[in-house]
C-alpha cells in the first residue's frame, strides 16, 4: 500500500498502481471500523465520472453494508450533492468516489464524518485501520436514493430574484456538474448553453479544472462566438469553479470570492470573511474597503471548511475556485450554488461586465505547478524559506511561503494532492511580475536539483 495516497485533505493515487479492487475493499471495511468507533449509522455514496468510479463506488457500498452501517447509495452526482445529503437526510457521514480535477487516470475518496469532511490526522488514521487489518461485522442495508431533485429546488428556493436575463456559458469539461448548473440557471430565467456537457471519463475535450489556461480556453471561445455575459467554468466533481467574463479575461476564485463578499457585506458589515495564501492582494483590499474582517487561512476544501466554522464566517474562497457559504447555504464549497449566487449579484446590475471592471487590476500568474517528487516537496518548501528570511519582507508561513518584494509578492507551497510545488506570483507591473517569477523559479529548480 502506497502511503502516499493518504493526502492532507483526501485519499488519492493513480488507478491500477495506488488503486485496486483490493484497495478499496480494504478501505470499505476500514470505513466501517473508522466510522462505527465514532457511532455512525448511516452514510451516503457519490460517485463522479471517471471510468473506475462504478466498481469502486460498489465495492465501497458492499463493504460498508457488511460493517453495519447503512448507505444511501446518491449514484452518479457532484461532490456538493453528497455533502447536501448529510444535510438533508440527516446523515452520519458520507464518501465521495472522485479524482476531482486530477488527470483521468487518477481516481480518490473524499470523506465526511457528521456534517463536515475529515483532513489530515483523520485521513490518515484510516491508513493505519488499513494496515493493521482491522474489520468490524455486521449487517446493514443500501439503498438508491435520488436526491438531484431536491438539490436543484433547494438553491433555487435560497436565491434572490435575478431581474435580467444574462447569456451565460457553462463548461463542466465533461464532468458531472453540467446537468445540474444547466437546470438552476434554466430554471432562474438565463440564456444558458452548455458545451462538453456530457458526462465522460475519459475528459475527451479538456482537462476539467477552471483554473488552468488550457482548461479554460474552450469556455472563452464560446463565450466570444456568442457575444455571452459571461462564461462558469466546473471542475470535475463541480466543487470548483472558474469565470470568464463579458471580455474575455479569467476570473479566478479569490476575485469571485471578492465579488461575492461585497454583496454579502452590503447588509451583513463587519463579517468575517475568509481567503487563502493563494488569494491575490486584491481580495483582502476589498473585502477590508466593504467593512468586513479579512482573514488568510490555508489551502485547502477541509481546513477552510473548518476555519469558515471556527470563525463563524459568512464567506470562504479559494484562488482555485472552492467557495464556501454560511449565508444562505450549508458552508461547504458548491461550483453550482457559487454560479447561481453569482447570477443574482450580476442579473441586479444594468451593466454585469462593470462589476467585473470595477475590481482592482493587478499582474498576476495563475497557479504555476512545478513537478517535484512527493518525497521531497516538503523538504524544497523548507529550504526555500530559510532562503525567503533573508531576502523578502512579511514573511507568512502558515501554508507554504507568502513573502512581499516591495508591492510584489508570490507563493511557493507544497501541494497536498499532486506531486507538484505550487507557485503563485503578484505585482503591479509586467516587468515586477517576471521578475519575482525569474528568481523564484531559479531558486526551486536549483533546491529540487539538490535533493534529487
Not at 493505519?128 to 438539490?151: K, L, N, P, T
Not at 430554471?187 to 475528459?203: K, Q, S
Not at 466543487?239 to 470568464?244: A, C, N, Q, S, T
Not at 476564485?253 to 454583496?263: K, P, R, V, W, Y
Request: glycine share 10%; charged share 30%; aromatic share 6%.
Amino acid at each position: 500500500m502506497n502511503p502516499q495516497v493518504f493526502r492532507e485533505y483526501d485519499i488519492r493515487g493513480v488507478v491500477g498502481r495506488d488503486l485496486d479492487d483490493d484497495f478499496v475493499e480494504r478501505l470499505s471495511r476500514a470505513m466501517g471500523v473508522y466510522w462505527s468507533e465514532k457511532g455512525v449509522k448511516r452514510v451516503s455514496i457519490g460517485m463522479d465520472a471517471r471510468l473506475s468510479s462504478p466498481g469502486f463506488r460498489d465495492i465501497l457500498k458492499k463493504g460498508i453494508t457488511k460493517s453495519g452501517i447503512d448507505v444511501y447509495d446518491l449514484g452518479m452526482v457532484p461532490t456538493p450533492v453528497m455533502y447536501f445529503s448529510l444535510f438533508r437526510l440527516d446523515l452520519d457521514g458520507g464518501i465521495q468516489v472522485t479524482g476531482s480535477h486530477n488527470p483521468a487516470d487518477n481516481n480518490g475518496f473524499k470523506i465526511a464524518l457528521g456534517k463536515s469532511t475529515i483532513y489530515g490526522d483523520e485521513i490518515r488514521a484510516i491508513g493505519d485501520i488499513m494496515e493493521q487489518g482491522r474489520c468490524i461485522d455486521g449487517s446493514a442495508s443500501a439503498i438508491d436514493y435520488d436526491i438531484m431533485s431536491e438539490y436543484i429546488d433547494d438553491i433555487l428556493m435560497r436565491i434572490h430574484e435575478c431581474p435580467r436575463r444574462l447569456s451565460v456559458i457553462i463548461d463542466p469539461g465533461n464532468g458531472v456538474g453540467g446537468p445540474a448548473a444547466m437546470a438552476v440557471l434554466g430554471a432562474l430565467g438565463m440564456d444558458v448553453h452548455g458545451i462538453c456537457l456530457e458526462p465522460d471519463g475519459n475528459f475527451p475535450n479538456h482537462h476539467p479544472d477552471p483554473t488552468t489556461k488550457e482548461g479554460l480556453a474552450m469556455l472563452r471561445e464560446e463565450v466570444a462566438r456568442r457575444g455571452a455575459d459571461l462564461g462558469i467554468g466546473l471542475d470535475g466533481d463541480a466543487d470548483r469553479i472558474g469565470v470568464i467574463d463579458a471580455r474575455g479575461n479569467t476570473v479566478y476564485g479569490d476575485i469571485i470570492t471578492a465579488i461575492l463578499a461585497c454583496d454579502i457585506l452590503k447588509d451583513r458589515p463587519g463579517e468575517k470573511i475568509i481567503g487563502e495564501v493563494k488569494c491575490s492582494k486584491v481580495f483582502f483590499d476589498e473585502v477590508e474597503k466593504a467593512g468586513g474582517i479579512a482573514i488568510m487561512g490555508k489551502v485547502g476544501h477541509s481546513p477552510m471548511k473548518a476555519r469558515l466554522l471556527q470563525e463563524k464566517a459568512a464567506l470562504a474562497g479559494e484562488m482555485s475556485g472552492h467557495i464556501f457559504f454560511n449565508d444562505r447555504w450549508y458552508g461547504f464549497d458548491d461550483a453550482v450554488y457559487s454560479t447561481a449566487r453569482l447570477i443574482e449579484v450580476l442579473s441586479a446590475k444594468e451593466n454585469p461586465q462593470a462589476v467585473f471592471d470595477s475590481m482592482p487590476r493587478v499582474k498576476n500568474t495563475p497557479e504555476i505547478r512545478i513537478d517535484c517528487p512527493d518525497e521531497i516537496k516538503f523538504q524544497v518548501t523548507d529550504e526555500f524559506k530559510v532562503q525567503a528570511k533573508g531576502l523578502y519582507e512579511d514573511i507568512v508561513d502558515i501554508d507554504g511561503v507568502r513573502f512581499t518584494k516591495e508591492e510584489a509578492w508570490g507563493l511557493v507551497r507544497p501541494s497536498n494532492t499532486q506531486p507538484v510545488i505550487v507557485l503563485r506570483f503578484e505585482a503591479r507591473n509586467t516587468d515586477a511580475l517576471e521578475a519575482i517569477e525569474l528568481d523564484t523559479r531559479c531558486r526551486i529548480d536549483e533546491i529540487i536539483k539538490k535533493l534529487t
